[in-house]
């Protein structure tokens, strides 16, 4: 039998013969796809061809990466680098790749890799593990509140054999009550290896739930209670962490401060003071940094993180002050990256490449090397794209850089 046409398709869907959405159930992917551009473009007097230049495999990432696929958006992929990591997960040079629109920003922090790279390198470890899912139970009052968290701490156990069921490689870390009135949230934490992990942490708390609901009084009422908390700016994340909490940091000698950022150690440190902590406070944000979301962001289109995650990820501090010896020390804590080197969008040839560029695509060895060592790069390039900024307003060079980039 042959294949239908996108044509074919289109007007199938016009006449009512089919719905919008199973039109895959009915042809290839590619067909489909090419059908919803057709009919869209249709709708909407959008010329949709670039839209249909892509390099994924459109029947993989239908139900699993998309729907309703109409094509794929290309964004311009750059690189910064070389710079020597000293990682706990792996050392060496590495190329950081970034996706990203706006003009200036590959160049500054190629720039602050360069200084870093001057410097000898920069040291990132991560100092913390764990990514998160905390459901919200009813429960009669504050005695049934309290009892509900007296059994949740004695049978931890339980809990983890029923939640590690439904996964070869997630481990349960801990379980965290907390009590508001009648409602107690569960802060589940797991240890997902090289996977980001959420779907595996949120199937995970799914059994351990049931086991709660048949073994006490309370009542789930969402898997999700926001104490997790997933893709929203929040506190919890910035003190306890979620996903992996990455700290990078490096000494720049004054010479080099002076020679290649055109300022000193001490004006990089006040504006430091003055903008990313004293500013971040009276502004009352939850990020005390320039610009880490940059980073952050880039560099998770170019691997094919969430990038909703972004929020979280860009929950860092940054701090610089002078040595003893008069040199600059800099550094860059990010409380909650969720990154991974499996499932996702890691899968799709273009982020696969740009995993391959930092040596890390696919599971590591030991598991949750190739994560680890990813988020190490990430807090890298937030750390040189901070030093780059801080010395760009200490040389009053912010503006013509911007100016002469076209931004």
Not at 102 to 114: D, P
Not at 121 to 131: C, F
Not at 146 to 171: F, Q
Not at 202 to 216: G, P, Q, S
Request: glycine share 10%; charged share 20%; with cysteine.
């Amino acid at each position: 039998m042959s294949q239908p046409t996108p044509a074919d398709l289109a007007t199938r869907v016009r006449d009512g013969d089919l719905r919008f959405h199973e039109l895959e159930d009915h042809a290839d992917a590619d067909a489909a796809a090419a059908a919803r551009r057709l009919l869209v473009a249709e709708a909407t007097d959008a010329d949709l061809d670039p839209l249909g230049e892509y390099a994924f495999d459109a029947d993989a990432v239908h139900g699993s990466n998309i729907e309703n696929t109409l094509g794929g958006v290309q964004v311009p992929v750059g690189v910064a680098g070389p710079v020597t990591i000293d990682g706990g997960a792996g050392s060496g040079e590495r190329y950081l790749p970034l996706a990203t629109t706006e003009g200036a920003l590959v160049a500054s922090i190629n720039r602050g890799c360069s200084v870093i790279e001057g410097a000898g390198g920069a040291t990132a470890r991560v100092t913390k593990s764990g990514m998160t899912r905390a459901p919200v139970f009813r429960v009669a009052g504050v005695a049934e509140a309290e009892a509900l968290v007296d059994w949740v701490r004695d049978h931890e156990p339980a809990l983890a054999e029923a939640a590690e069921s439904t996964t070869s490689h997630g481990e349960l870390l801990d379980v965290t009550p907390y009590v508001v009135g009648n409602n107690v949230f569960c802060r589940f934490r797991y240890d997902t290896k090289d996977a980001m992990g959420m779907n595996m942490a949120t199937i995970a708390t799914r059994e351990a739930c049931d086991v709660i609901e048949a073994e006490t009084d309370a009542s789930l009422v969402a898997l999700s209670g926001n104490l997790c908390s997933d893709k929203k700016p929040a506190a919890i994340n910035a003190v306890e962490g979620r996903g992996r909490s990455v700290v990078a940091d490096a000494t720049v000698p004054r010479e080099v401060v002076e020679d290649r950022l055109h300022t000193t150690p001490e004006a990089i440190a006040e504006i430091n003071t003055r903008k990313n902590l004293v500013g971040s406070a009276k502004a009352g944000a939850l990020g005390f940094n320039a610009h880490v979301a940059n980073a952050v962001a880039a560099m998770f289109l170019a691997t094919g993180q969430d990038e909703a995650q972004v929020v979280e990820g860009a929950n860092a501090i940054t701090t610089a002050e002078t040595t003893a010896d008069g040199d600059l020390y800099v550094s860059v804590s990010l409380a909650s990256l969720e990154v991974g080197t499996v499932g996702g969008g890691t899968k799709l040839p273009t982020q696969q490449a740009s995993l391959e560029i930092l040596g890390v695509a696919g599971g590591g060895d030991p598991a949750g090397s190739n994560a680890d060592a990813l988020a190490e790069s990430i807090a890298v390039c937030a750390l040189a794209g901070e030093l780059s900024l801080l010395a760009a307003l200490g040389s009053r060079h912010l503006s013509s850089a911007h100016e002469e980039l076209g931004r």
